[in-house]
């Protein structure tokens, strides 16, 4: 690669994105250290998770918590792990953690939403990513991205696809591009290795996902690229980008 080629995200303006996944922590997970990089380009990032995570329990969840508890608590997490990528809002809609189907009503929810915040980037998740580095990945995911695609094209940008949201005032609206993150069949790549502290600054905001931080830490050192040297690692997030202009 030479320094002569663009990169694909060098917006000649303020971009306003728009970053739609299914639980507090996924953006991070999956894309937070371009996030990152792309609030400290001036660029005007808005969160919708489309769940809060309240069935995020794991081994070191303490035996008292409950769904609604746990809710509550990753709602502050993820405004805190948004703040520290530089992320301007978090909004929520609150369909039950696991449950996610990527049905018509789902998809006229987030057609709302795409004509509410008018985004020129859009990014979500790669539906088809069935089998997660670590196993299954999970069902949410898939769901979440497939009701996204499926809001873009063809709805979100034409008046005749739901058209009680024109009677909202809600007017077709079609993003310029889509960022699938968390994909297997990536067209673009980028070398984020600047941006991996904060990215891990605000993963360990989402204290109740994590468990002993070291281990954390540790644990995504596996993140690395494999020409990484030990002194010098590289980290880099990966995309399935469509454009529509
Ligand atoms: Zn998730």
Same mark, same amino acid.
């Given at each position: 690669m030479t320094n002569d080629i663009p990169s694909p995200d060098a917006w000649d303006s303020p971009q306003r994105i728009l970053v739609v996944l &299914?639980?507090?922590d996924d953006p991070e997970f999956f894309c937070g250290a371009t996030l990152a990089r792309w609030a400290r380009a001036g660029h005007h990032i808005t969160y919708l998770l489309l769940t809060c995570g309240d069935k995020g329990f794991n081994d070191s969840t303490p035996a008292e918590m409950t769904p609604d508890?746990?809710? &509550?608590i990753r709602y502050e997490e993820q405004k805190a792990a948004a703040h520290v990528i530089g992320a301007e809002s978090v909004h929520f809609m609150d369909i039950e953690?696991?449950?996610l189907v990527p049905d018509l009503n789902l998809r006229r929810e987030i057609v709302r939403e795409i004509r509410r915040h008018k985004p020129d980037i859009l990014v979500t998740c790669d539906p088809q990513n069935l089998f997660a580095a670590y196993g299954i990945n999970h069902p949410d995911h898939r769901a979440c991205g497939q009701a996204v695609l499926d809001a873009v094209f063809p709805a979100a940008g034409s008046r005749v696809f739901?058209?009680?949201l024109l009677s909202e005032?809600?007017?077709p609206h079609l993003p310029k591009e889509v960022w699938c993150s968390l994909t297997t069949q990536p067209n673009t790549i980028l070398d984020i290795t600047d941006m991996w502290h904060?990215?891990?600054e605000a993963l360990l905001q989402h204290k109740t996902q994590i468990g002993e931080v070291e281990k954390f830490r540790e644990r995504m050192k596996s993140r690395r690229t494999e020409d990484s040297a030990e002194e010098n690692p590289r980290y880099e997030e990966k995309f399935r980008v469509v454009k529509y202009r």
């Open positions: &299914a639980h507090p508890s746990l809710c &509550a953690d696991g449950y739901f058209p009680e005032g809600f007017e904060i990215k891990l």
